[in-house]
């Protein structure tokens, strides 16, 4: 059956696309993860992925055509599939069948009925949904707020923190007014497009809107009302935790107590830094146990240990079988889809070489000691990739299932690991850089990695990618190809160790690099030359400044 695609909603701002270029035609087939064209939002040009398979039947927005968020993009079926209903529906809403056509009747009522809502709308009401903060972002979750119902908000506040398939990321208000309503509480995982919250003039009735929402299934109860349901729901595990604080209800934010569930904390034993010594999410990450607290809790085992039977004299281990469930993110189920699509739809190969870094060691050292310079010997290996990617473009290449797409400009991703798995930055043209300036971009993106700053725009476009645990002592490994790139380099850790040097047995420094490559384009014989080169600029980096 064919399907519709739609013009995407790539940033939370972005009321209408233009259609830069289309990377299909009419006739071409589709697998589910192709780049179907590249579209320029009000943000950036990102590429707009395939989510069904197919052959492409239509194309409803040229290159260089704009139209809005929802308009018919393009309509994938089976190959010769009839199209014309679609077609009538999609590029032509006016021109519906006629009246007496029950299901066109149906469906004309439930197009005006969104557009009757927005014309209710009082006036300086503002309905804020769940953004769509990466281009393969389908549902987030709210990680915290930052303001709660009755905040006058500013444009430009931060409402939220939300958790994407990429990172955990700020979303800050376009409007000003007061937060009148909250429809998706902390914690909570909801479809892009659902209700995130209402924003107005304080006092306004917004009941109405807020039902028709959830009469849509994208938003919960008003905010009062689950303000006041929210203890009811959770009082078994808040009487089990208040017996233990004097009786009286601790005040956690859902996120904080699902931390500490996760972490085993009791929540009587902390601080809360919040409005009314409510618990956050901060003040789960920063609690240590008190001594007083372990001793409270090993008193019970003692006590029972001391008054064990003393007949009992067969050893019984004390130990208990004790599992953790957490629950995945959307990064970690994100990872998980895209390295299984990896590993096996690419045939993958491993090259590896073993490289001397006595020489790097010393450069290295000398270009260090220029003021306000500090390079690692990650940068010195991204800079020889990147040159040595010039020399050897196939390595540089992308898959496609009638081509091979060579790339000659060069965007070296460099893997992060984070919190919550690993996030790729990319360095856009690397080889037009100097290796001060990649050790700059380096530290700067993954500084912002570690603290969720990142934007989408700077994890994509990668054509080869570097990742490095040399600094974990891991020798040698091999890494997933970060698709839809065709190799990646890991990099192990720089060993001392007796070499051979001129027929004599001395002490030398090596490393050893690890080419996992994509077979369908990359050839072992290519892959090692590519190999050599590395190893040349590597073991000379004297040549990495010519």
């Not at 807020?210 to 919960?220: E, H, M, R």
């Not at 050893?315 to 998980?336: H, L």
């Not at 040097?501 to 994509?518: E, F, H, P, W």
Request: with cysteine.
């Amino acid at each position: 059956m064919a399907i519709k695609v739609t013009m995407p909603r790539l940033s939370d701002t972005m009321t209408e696309g233009t259609v830069a270029t289309w990377l299909k035609k009419v006739g071409d087939k589709i697998s589910e993860g192709d780049i179907l064209a590249e579209i320029e939002t009000d943000k950036a040009t990102m590429e707009f992925e395939s989510f069904n398979e197919g052959t492409l039947l239509h194309i409803g927005i040229q290159a260089g055509e704009t139209a809005p968020v929802d308009s018919l993009l393009a309509i994938i079926g089976k190959e010769g599939e009839d199209i014309s209903a679609l077609l009538a529906g999609g590029d032509s809403p006016a021109a519906e069948a006629p009246k007496a056509d029950a299901p066109a009747a149906e469906a004309k009522t439930e197009t005006a009925a969104p557009a009757k809502a927005a014309a209710e709308l009082p006036k300086g009401v503002i309905v804020v949904t769940m953004p769509r903060l990466s281009d393969t972002m389908t549902e987030g979750t709210v990680a915290t707020w930052l303001k709660k119902v009755g905040d006058t908000v500013a444009e430009g506040d931060i409402l939220a923190e939300i958790e994407t398939d990429k990172a955990t990321m700020e979303f800050e208000s376009f409007n000003a007014g007061t937060l009148l309503y909250i429809g998706i509480q902390e914690g909570n995982t909801a479809p892009v497009d659902s209700l995130l919250a209402i924003i107005g003039p304080a006092g306004t009735d917004i009941s109405g809107i807020a039902d028709n929402y959830t009469a849509g299934g994208a938003a919960s109860a008003p905010a009062a009302e689950e303000t006041k349901a929210a203890p009811a729901a959770e009082k078994a595990p808040e009487t089990a935790v208040a017996d233990n604080s004097n009786g009286g209800r601790i005040l956690a934010s859902p996120l904080a107590k699902k931390i500490a569930s996760d972490k085993g904390i009791q929540l009587n034993q902390v601080k809360g830094s919040g409005e009314n010594g409510r618990i956050v999410k901060s003040d789960i990450e920063n609690f240590t146990p008190s001594a007083q607290a372990q001793t409270t809790a090993s008193a019970p085992a003692a006590k029972e240990e001391a008054s064990a039977p003393a007949a009992a004299k067969i050893f019984v281990p004390a130990g208990e079988v004790y599992t953790e469930e957490i629950k995945n993110s959307q990064m970690r189920k994100i990872i998980a889809k895209r390295l299984a699509e990896s590993l096996f739809t690419a045939p993958h190969y491993n090259l590896v070489i073993e490289v001397s870094m006595d020489e790097a060691m010393g450069a290295r050292a000398t270009i260090n000691t220029v003021p306000d310079t500090k390079v690692s010997f990650n940068d010195m290996v991204i800079k020889a990739c990147a040159l040595a990617l010039k020399k050897h473009p196939k390595i540089n290449s992308q898959w496609k299932e009638d081509a091979i797409i060579i790339n000659h400009h060069v965007n070296i991703g460099v893997a992060v690991a984070v919190e919550d798995g690993l996030v790729v930055p990319v360095l856009k043209f690397t080889d037009a850089m100097s290796l001060s300036q990649i050790g700059a971009a380096v530290r700067d993106l993954a500084g912002r990695a570690k603290n969720k700053k990142l934007g989408p725009q700077e994890m994509e476009g990668s054509t080869f990618t570097v990742s490095n645990l040399g600094m974990f002592g891991i020798t040698e490994f091999n890494s997933i190809i970060n698709q839809p790139n065709s190799a990646i380099l890991s990099v192990g850790a720089i060993v001392e160790k007796p070499v051979v040097k001129n027929g004599q047995i001395v002490v030398g420094n090596t490393m050893m690099l690890s080419l996992a490559c994509d077979h369908r384009t990359i050839d072992g014989a290519t892959g090692a030359q590519f190999l050599q080169t590395l190893k040349q600029y590597i073991e000379s980096p004297v040549t990495m400044l010519a």
